[in-house]
């Protein structure tokens, strides 16, 4: 079992920032990859960003080239800089971690919202 802690959501005006931060703890050795999904009212969870144990990176097509996301794995931790917010980017953001047989853990979701 893997629990995942997020923090750093909030409110922010279009244009401006936002850090998320997710701690892991239990079966850490057995992460594999890390990353962020978000949801917004009335769509489906879609990928944000995920993060490899080595590296690599998968990010949205929608979030390219604004949002990063970076791993310490000593640290256990999983972060997403988010610069250039946009409105259409507020929704519930969940920290995600799959474990080396497939299984997902989720975390319990922050809140951003970005004002026009």
């Known amino acids: 079992q893997v629990q995942l802690v997020e923090s750093g959501g909030g409110l922010v005006q279009a244009g401006g920032s936002l850090r998320l931060s997710c701690v892991a703890s239990g079966s850490i050795l057995r992460i594999a990859d890390m990353g962020w999904y978000r949801q917004a009212p009335g769509k489906q969870r879609e990928l944000v960003a995920v993060?490899?144990?080595?590296?690599?990176?998968n990010v949205g097509d929608s979030v390219k080239g604004r949002f990063t996301i970076s791993r310490e794995n000593a640290q256990n931790t999983v972060s997403l800089q988010m610069n250039s917010l946009k409105p259409e980017d507020t929704a519930v953001y969940y920290c995600?971690?799959?474990?080396?047989?497939?299984?997902?853990?989720w975390g319990q979701g922050t809140q951003v919202t970005v004002s026009s």
């Open positions: 993060i490899a144990s080595w590296g690599d990176t």
């Open positions: 995600n971690a799959k474990i080396v047989n497939g299984s997902r853990f």
